[in-house]
């Protein structure tokens, strides 16, 4: 079956269930898909592709779990990308045109892309296309997202569970996206903020401009920790 037969399979289930129109149905599939993908990567900022540190995307998300999500596993992705002329084609061409003629969710997309880009030797395992390396991380935190973007922004929280970094703001923009200098530069960070309802958000970091693999997987978990800290300090404020 294919990616779009599957999915509107699922489309039209869900309007059998709910009463819900096409476009409402599909809107929330998608939803779905983005907030149930691997913890680890999911809510990456805008047009940033998910990061690996040392680990190859068809490491890391099985051909199971690809199928299971898409229609397709690594093998069927590489061999239709291959087809199409994905090898001459850059890193944006490639997501849009599995978002728009796959009907792929996009950050399965972009984990899709990523994969195909390692597969056919045109980025190592961390590293972007073009060059240089990035680390990211991510979490689901049991506050409103506007509680969580001020965990970033405002500098007396953010000393709390992110100390004795120097982080100097590039751009904030409430409650949705935060850029910063790292450490005084080179490296820097692009934060995306993404609701979950009222009470819950989801927080991506994405570390950019590193300068080897060794160096994307200590930040990356560097970030697993420290994101773990920002989660335990707002969810037991909210408690009290």
């Given at each position: 079956?294919?990616?779009?037969k599957?999915?509107?399979?699922?489309?039209?289930a869900?309007?059998?269930?709910t009463?819900?129109?096409y476009?409402?149905a599909?809107r929330?599939?998608?939803?779905?898909?983005?907030?149930?993908a691997?913890?680890?990567?999911?809510?990456?900022?805008p047009?940033?592709?998910?990061?690996?540190?040392?680990?190859?995307?068809?490491?890391?998300?099985?051909?199971a779990?690809?199928?299971?999500?898409?229609g397709?596993?690594w093998d069927e992705?590489?061999?239709l990308?291959?087809?199409?002329g994905?090898?001459d084609?850059n890193?944006?061409?490639?997501?849009?045109?599995?978002?728009?003629a796959?009907?792929v969710?996009?950050?399965?997309a972009?984990?899709?892309t990523?994969?195909?880009?390692?597969?056919r030797?045109?980025?190592a395992p961390?590293?972007?296309?073009g060059?240089?390396?990035?680390?990211?991380?991510?979490?689901?935190v049991a506050?409103?997202?506007?509680?969580?973007?001020a965990a970033?922004?405002?500098e007396?929280?953010?000393?709390?569970?992110?100390?004795?970094?120097?982080?100097?703001?590039?751009?904030?923009?409430?409650p949705?996206?935060f850029?910063?200098d790292w450490?005084?530069?080179p490296?820097?960070?692009?934060v995306?903020?993404?609701?979950?309802?009222?009470?819950?958000?989801?927080?991506a970091?994405?570390?950019?401009?590193?300068?080897?693999?060794?160096?994307?997987?200590?930040?990356?978990?560097?970030?697993?920790d420290?994101l773990a800290?920002?989660?335990q300090?707002?969810?037991?404020?909210?408690?009290?």
């Open positions: 079956m294919t990616t779009q599957s999915f509107k399979t699922r489309v039209r869900r309007m059998a269930k009463g819900e129109s476009t409402t599909r929330q599939l998608l939803a779905k898909a983005a907030t149930d691997p913890a680890s990567t999911t809510g990456a900022p047009g940033a592709a998910p990061a690996t540190g040392s680990r190859g995307q068809r490491d890391r998300i099985s051909a779990v690809l199928r299971e999500r898409t397709r596993d992705w590489i061999l990308l291959d087809r199409w994905a090898a084609r890193h944006t061409e490639i997501a849009r045109w599995l978002v728009t796959q009907e969710p996009g950050w399965w972009q984990t899709i990523v994969g195909y880009e390692q597969a030797g045109l980025r961390g590293q972007r296309r060059g240089g390396f990035e680390a990211t991380g991510s979490r689901t506050v409103p997202v506007a509680v969580l973007f970033f922004a405002d007396t929280v953010r000393r709390r569970w992110l100390p004795d970094v120097p982080v100097r703001v590039r751009t904030a923009t409430a949705k996206t850029r910063a450490a005084g530069g490296t820097r960070i692009a995306g903020f993404t609701p979950i309802g009222e009470a819950k958000a989801r927080v970091v994405l570390h950019e401009k590193l300068t080897d693999a060794a160096e994307a997987d200590r930040l990356k978990a560097y970030w697993r420290r800290a920002l989660k300090l707002l969810e037991s404020e909210e408690a009290r």
